[in-house]
């Protein structure tokens, strides 16, 4: 039987955000971030989880796979995997994965199907690949990229740098399949003890995580600076990032710095006397980063004439920036990868690997992120039968979900919502969120205390009606992957008060029928009732958890939080009178549980 499809499969591999993305025919068929299948936040490691997780999707095995791209920042795949023969790095290989690793058809492979690019190179491709344009220009900017010396794509002279220099920030122009480097912007070694070499590195990404670390005491609490920098007060804290005549400069950071947020179980983080000084180095490092990508972006527009831009790496997940970006820069179209971060680099890889070694076309646009596998109805029963959920719940199938969800909504109720293939990328974006009325400022305080349990001036986003957004938010640029901040017309403001932050912005997701029906049906049922076609979207999940993935995973969140109603495609479930009794129980059985599932894995 003659072979139907041509597959290529992307890889991020061992650091943080480990993710596989498979391409059946140059179309995206599936993606997954390891996280959401380990329950492990940013999950590490080897990548057989992802790679099972795609192509039982697909319903293939890997000896139907064309070709395998894949891509580590800390070194190339094949010299990584080398390493990890003779040297213990827990961090990246675990103890509990290193006897399987080895029987990966894979690991240490020698395959001519198997290759390995650079860092930026993925992100770029990344961006640019799926992107709706034919031609225009690509913004890669985040933490830290590929060694010099590990750089696969030629890059202009003038931006060379020492062998060990490590990539901050990547520029290219494209057009069809053809991509060529602008720029580079590279971070020399800075002395250092232990892991901390790379909070010293004097780029905007590694600047930005420094300051997380400082503040939150986790470098990769970048979101939660951003929610805080509007609580700051401006200019009291020195400038950490100076552009002069296209040079980015980075000021040592000193002792002047001397309230860092010490994790010790003793002083609160929310109740610290250093919290304005944080407020105010929050405002700093978000003012002086906007400034720094706004003067790059409108370097590229001037240099190169283009109309499009594309943007790619962790920094592209600054909303606020990107807001910034969008209006200010003169560029046409603004167009963002949903998966900016290092998850999104396995579609970098595969699309590499389709467009510059297979030397195919480009004919796929990402206009929506909804690529995990869709669970049947069966999996949806199997998890609200299970004994412990069924007596404490009750399941019944609507014959109008979005109509039946919208009223309850109405009624200050939070859902549960988990329809199709979940999302790849940080951002829920309607098919595993939670779901709230925006219209009461006291919605805000009953997620987080039921659910999030996150830190009270973090906001909430809204999703919108696509046609309508213009009408209650300010800016013309569409915003369906939630990655643009955009103010709120004053008009709206009390009307719908739980998504406003304190500066008056939003982080906006706009939601079209084409691209997600079954949201869409919602929201003009929420709008019918309301007159508000706006709901409130946050993540499927608790502080420090991944979004769910699976019908059993939403049901144990729901059971587990204040969560009111659980949507499970056409399935309601609600709690009953029993889940009093049993829910502490299956609580403290999901505590042990979790103790014995990571004891067992760390021996």
């Known amino acids: 039987m003659p072979k139907q499809h041509t597959?290529?499969?992307?890889?991020?591999?061992?650091?943080?955000?480990?993710?596989?993305?498979?391409?059946?025919d140059g179309a995206i068929a599936f993606a997954i971030a390891k996280e959401r299948i380990t329950r492990e936040k940013h999950a590490s490691g080897f990548y057989r989880e992802v790679i099972d997780y795609c192509l039982d999707a697909e319903g293939i095995t890997l000896d139907d796979v064309d070709l395998i791209v894949r891509n580590c920042y800390i070194l190339p795949v094949p010299d990584m995997e080398e390493r990890l023969v003779y040297q213990d790095m827990p961090g990246f290989l675990p103890e509990y994965e290193r006897p399987e690793a080895p029987k990966h058809p894979l690991y240490l492979s020698k395959s001519d199907k198997v290759v390995s690019i650079s860092h930026h190179l993925a992100h770029a491709y990344s961006a640019f690949a799926v992107s709706p344009f034919e031609e225009g220009v690509v913004m890669i900017v985040d933490g830290v990229g590929s060694y010099r010396s590990d750089v696969m794509e030629p890059y202009p002279a003038a931006?060379?740098?020492?062998?060990?220099?490590?990539?901050?920030?990547?520029?290219?122009?494209?057009?069809?399949?053809?991509?060529?480097?602008?720029?580079?912007?590279?971070?020399e070694p800075d002395r250092g003890f232990l892991s901390d070499e790379f909070y010293n590195m004097p780029g905007l990404g590694?600047?930005?995580?420094?300051?997380?670390?400082?503040?939150?005491?986790?470098?990769?609490?970048?979101?939660?600076?951003?929610?805080?920098?509007?609580?700051?007060?401006?200019?009291?804290?020195?400038?950490l990032l100076e552009l002069t005549d296209g040079t980015l400069h980075v000021p040592h950071w000193t002792t002047e710095f001397n309230h860092p947020y010490i994790i010790d179980g003793g002083e609160k983080w929310e109740t610290s006397p250093s919290m304005s000084h944080w407020e105010d180095l929050a405002w700093r490092v978000q003012d002086d980063t906007e400034n720094v990508l706004l003067a790059r972006a409108r370097w590229l527009r001037e240099t190169t004439g283009a109309k499009n831009l594309t943007i790619a790496g962790g920094v592209a997940l600054n909303c606020v920036a990107n807001g910034r970006v969008a209006r200010e820069a003169g560029f046409e179209n603004v167009w963002i990868q949903p998966a900016a971060g290092d998850d999104g680099i396995a579609i970098g890889c595969a699309y590499y690997g389709w467009l510059e070694i297979l030397k195919q076309r480009r004919s796929?646009?990402?206009?929506?992120?909804?690529?995990?596998?869709?669970?049947?109805?069966?999996?949806?029963?199997?998890?609200?039968?299970?004994?412990?959920?069924?007596?404490?719940?009750?399941?019944?199938?609507?014959?109008n979900i979005c109509r039946d969800t919208a009223k309850l909504l109405a009624d200050q109720k939070v859902i549960g919502w988990f329809q199709g293939g979940s999302e790849f990328g940080p951002r829920a974006l309607g098919n595993r969120s939670l779901l709230a009325d925006p219209r009461k400022p006291e919605m805000?305080?009953?997620?987080?205390?039921?659910?999030?349990?996150?830190?009270?001036?973090?906001?909430?986003?809204?999703?919108?009606?696509?046609?309508?957004?213009?009408?209650?938010?300010?800016?013309?640029?569409?915003?369906?992957?939630?990655?643009?901040?955009?103010?709120?017309?004053?008009?709206?403001?009390?009307?719908?008060?739980?998504?406003?932050?304190?500066?008056?912005?939003?982080?906006?997701?706009?939601?079209r029928e084409q691209t997600n029906p079954v949201l869409y049906r919602l929201l003009k049922e929420f709008e019918a009732l309301t007159g508000v076609p706006v709901l409130i979207n946050t993540s499927f999940n608790v502080k420090g958890e991944p979004?769910?993935?699976?019908?059993?995973?939403?049901?144990?969140?729901?059971?587990?939080?204040?969560i009111d109603h659980l949507v499970l495609h056409d399935t309601l479930v609600s709690k009953n009178a029993l889940h009093r009794v049993f829910g502490p129980l299956v609580e403290g059985y999901a505590d042990v549980a979790n103790m014995v599932r990571w004891g067992t894995r760390s021996g």
């Open 206 to 239: 590694a600047l930005y995580s420094r300051a997380s670390s400082y503040i939150f005491g986790d470098w990769n609490k970048c979101g939660e600076l951003m929610g805080l920098a509007p609580y700051g007060r401006k200019e009291k804290v020195r400038h």
């Open 444 to 511: 805000k305080d009953i997620l987080n205390s039921r659910v999030k349990h996150r830190q009270p001036f973090r906001p909430f986003a809204p999703i919108v009606l696509a046609e309508r957004a213009r009408e209650i938010f300010e800016g013309e640029e569409d915003s369906p992957f939630m990655l643009i901040a955009k103010s709120v017309r004053p008009e709206w403001r009390d009307r719908i008060p739980a998504i406003v932050h304190v500066d008056g912005t939003a982080r906006v997701q706009t939601v």
């Open 364 to 399: 796929f646009v990402m206009d929506h992120s909804y690529v995990g596998k869709v669970y049947p109805d069966q999996d949806i029963e199997k998890a609200t039968q299970k004994f412990l959920v069924r007596i404490q719940t009750t399941a019944v199938r609507s014959d």
């Open 159 to 187: 931006d060379a740098a020492t062998p060990l220099a490590r990539e901050s920030e990547s520029y290219y122009k494209f057009s069809g399949t053809k991509l060529e480097c602008l720029k580079k912007v590279w971070m």
């Open 547 to 562: 979004i769910v993935e699976t019908p059993r995973d939403a049901v144990i969140c729901f059971l587990m939080t204040g």
């Open 7 to 24: 597959y290529v499969l992307g890889l991020n591999t061992y650091d943080h955000d480990v993710s596989a993305c498979l391409l059946r």
